[in-house]
Each structure stands twice: as C-alpha cells, then as structure tokens.
C-alpha cells in the first residue's frame, strides 16, 4: 500500500512543481517516473519505458506534420475560407458547426481521436480568422466529438454494452447514448455562453454592417473613412453611426477607409492543384481510419511523408510545426499514468471503492477515479478497466445497471477536454503558438471543472435507482 500512496504523491508533486516553476510537466512526471522504477518498484527502466504511449507519440507526430503540410500549402486557409463563407462569415455561428460536425461523425462510428484530429486544425483556424477565442472553438469540438462518443456503432458504446453483456446484465444502449448526447449540449451550452460566444452573437446584432449575403458581400452600404463610418440600414434606410469593422470582428487599420479584412471576405481563395491533393489525401486517410479501424498515427505520419515526396517545395516548414513541447507534456504524463496502471495503483483504488458499504459512496468513488484517471490516460482504456471493476457491486442489484453505465461513461469522457488526454493534445497542438499557453491554462481549469462536476452531476443517473 505504501508504494501506490507514493506513486500517487509523486504525482501530486509533479502537477505543482510544474505549476509553480513553469516546468514541462511531462519532463517532471518522466523524471518522477524513473525514480519510482530504479528507488522504490526496482524493477528498472524497462517497466517506465513499457508505459510510454507509442500510439498517442505518433498520433501527435502525424497529425500536426499533416495539418502543417496543410497549412503551409494554403489547403486549410482554403477550407476555413469555405466554411466561413457557408456560414456567411457569421462568427456566432462557427462553434456550433464545429460541434455539430465532430458529433455527427463520432456517432457515425469514427472515434473521437480521429474526428478530432482531422476537424481540430481547421476549426482552430477558423477560430483564429474570425476572432474566435481558441478556448472556444477547441472545446466545442472537443465536447461535440463526445456527443458520438456512446453511439451503439462507435468503440467505446460497444465496449461498455458488450462488457455488461458478458458479464450477465442487460444494457440500455440508446439511454447510454441519448444520455451522453444530452450531458455534452448541456456543456455546449455553457462553453458558448462562458467563453466568448454570447459576445460574438450581440456583436453581430448590434452591427448590422457585419451581416453578409449567402455570397460573402455585405448586407449594407457602408461609407466614409477613419475610425467610424456612416451605415444606411437598407431595411429602414436610416443613417447609423457604428465603428467600422471588418466582417471577422476586427477593427479596421488605422486610417483606413476599409476594413482591415476586406480582400479575404470578398475574393474567394484560389484552389490549385497541390490543395486539391493535399484535400484528397485528407479525406482518405479519414475514411480509412473510420472504416478501416487504422492507426490514424500511422496513416497520418504515411500521408505526410507521401505529400513531402510528392510536393517538397509546398511542404516546406511543415516539420517545424509539429508541437514538440506538447508531445513532451502529454507522453510524460501518460506514461507515468500507465506505469500507475502496472504496478496496480489504479486496481488498488478500485478495491478500496468497492470495499465502501454505502452504494452511493462506491457510485461516486468509482466515478471519480475515472474522471481523475481518463484526464490523463485513454478513456477507452479507464472505462475498460472501470466497468469489470465495478461488476460485483453491479450484480449485487444494489444500484441501476444503466444509471451507473451512463454515469462512468460520462465521468471518464468529458474530462477529455483537459490538455493531457489524447483529444485533447491534439487540439492544443494545433492552436495557433501565440495562443496555446492561453489555450493550455483554459483547457486546463474547464478539465479540472469537469474532474470535479463530472462525478457530482452523473449522480442524478444514478439516484433514481437507489430511492
């Protein structure tokens, strides 16, 4: 017991020395790593080695050096021009399409690292574009890639029926779904609300010259020069002074008589061969992670070493954006997650969740430990090991089989919005570099929000079946 009490102390300190003196918190969870395997385990090396994360490694490798080939190509710029204009430059609008569009395709069957890593890079520059906080635009996609997340087709729904099932109970496939769907539109809702989207709504209100036609032209005239300009309303053709904006809803260059966006938001961006081809390969490699159940790590690092050979001049610099420092934070934290998980903390935790007399103290532990644990590690792997954990208290016909489904399932995924989780990484990854400690200190607190929420609200799946 003390060895699993000093693992988990070491981890307390690592999270505060990085906290306090700026470290990368993945170098320090490394170094308190290896001395737990070389001082206290003494099994060496190799048992530190054996957790590091190989696939979430590659996975980050190849989707920012393919989203990096992307973006220094124009292809992204491209697509974020499309989508922009397919919203008719409304910014209020773009983070619930970037919602909808992850919890549409997870729920297809696609897993959510996938689906975030193909939307993450698109709708952060389009965030960036248009005034968008990052902390906007990379929660709702992430908390949109979950909505899908418990779809009867998706792995981590058919995990959890299929592990009840085996076990000799009866789950509720749509409830686990619907209920999943309907927690992550609530949080929508709140991210929109709390980070930024109610201002990007009453701007556009309040600024008529900002509403654009279905072709991308403004609405209204707009005339005169300097800081303000005269608007006529068409509808009521009386004269407004507004300050003059471009349609993203930045101010216009000083002394200018236009706005500072113009160009982009009238002229569509050219589309050329290389785009065309780096598109293509995009799109395939999505189809053949989603269908085929392939590595998107692999593919995506095979995609951009093809498009290098293909087209080295317009991939040059794509290297240089692969997020070295996050592929350091994220490995370091998960390996000493997975070296938890070998030397039998996590499992000693769970026993002593289940040793609690009270069904609703066990509920609730049980909970915890999944939202603690998945914000660091795969939630594919935590629901894994948390559903067999809690199958004796489940058969004793204590509490609900589909409220405590829901709720574990629930805790151990909304914390994928913390920077340390695989969907999270990735999008961190691709936030723009002047952005992403802002976009790390954001993720950060709304994840840690969610380690502590997570267990406390999912307790209202699990109640009616105690009462």
């Not at 994928?416 to 790390?440: H, K």
């Amino acid at each position: 017991m003390q060895v699993h009490l000093l693992a988990i102390a070491v981890l307390a300190l690592a999270f505060l020395l990085g906290a306090l003196r700026g470290i990368n918190l993945g170098a320090v969870a490394l170094v308190g790593g290896g001395a737990m395997v070389l001082l206290v385990t003494g099994k060496g090396a190799d048992e530190l080695y054996a957790a590091f994360p190989a696939d979430l490694f590659v996975l980050l490798i190849g989707v920012t050096f393919l989203f990096g080939i992307a973006a220094v190509n124009g292809t992204i710029e491209w697509v974020v021009d499309v989508l922009s204009r397919s919203v008719r430059g409304r910014a209020s609008v773009m983070p619930w399409l970037l919602f909808l569009i992850a919890g549409v395709v997870t729920s297809l069957g696609a897993l959510a690292p996938v689906v975030v890593g193909l939307v993450a890079p698109i709708g952060m520059r389009l965030a960036k574009k248009h005034g968008i906080s990052p902390r906007l635009a990379g929660l709702m996609i992430l908390h949109g890639a979950c909505c899908g997340n418990f779809s009867p087709v998706n792995l981590l729904g058919a995990t959890v029926n299929s592990t009840l099932e085996r076990g000799g109970l009866d789950p509720s496939p749509i409830a686990l779904f619907l209920a999943n769907i309907g927690y992550n539109v609530m949080l929508g809702v709140v991210i929109y609300c709390f980070f930024g989207g109610l201002k990007l709504w009453r701007a556009e209100r309040d600024t008529p010259a900002l509403t654009l036609t279905a072709a991308g032209q403004p609405a209204v005239a707009v005339a005169g020069t300097g800081g303000t300009a005269t608007v006529t309303d068409r509808r009521s053709e009386t004269p407004a002074r507004v300050a003059q904006t471009s349609a993203a809803g930045a101010p216009a260059a000083a002394g200018s008589g236009t706005p500072a966006q113009a160009a982009p938001d009238t002229q569509p961006l050219g589309f050329d061969r290389i785009k065309g081809l780096t598109l293509a390969v995009i799109v395939v490699v999505g189809v053949i992670a989603m269908v085929g159940k392939v590595d998107l790590g692999i593919l995506a690092l095979s995609a951009a070493v093809i498009l290098v050979v293909v087209a080295p001049k317009s991939s040059a610099g794509a290297a240089k954006r692969i997020a070295w420092d996050v592929v350091l934070l994220i490995c370091g934290v998960v390996t000493y997650v997975g070296l938890l998980n070998e030397i039998g903390t996590i499992k000693f935790v769970g026993d002593a969740a289940n040793s609690l007399g009270s069904p609703l103290a066990t509920a609730f532990l049980i909970c915890l430990i999944g939202a603690v644990v998945s914000a660091f590690a795969s939630s594919a792997g935590i629901i894994a090991v948390l559903i067999p954990l809690a199958m004796p208290f489940l058969l004793s016909g204590q509490i609900s089989v589909t409220g405590m489904a829901i709720a574990v399932a629930i805790s151990a995924t909304v914390v994928d919005s913390t920077p340390f989780s695989t969907i999270g990484a990735v999008v961190l990854s691709n936030a723009d570099a002047e952005d992403r400690d802002y976009t790390y200190r954001g993720f950060l607190s709304w994840g840690a929000l969610m380690v502590v929420t997570a267990p406390v609200l999912t307790m209202a799946f699990v109640l009616p079946g105690l009462l």
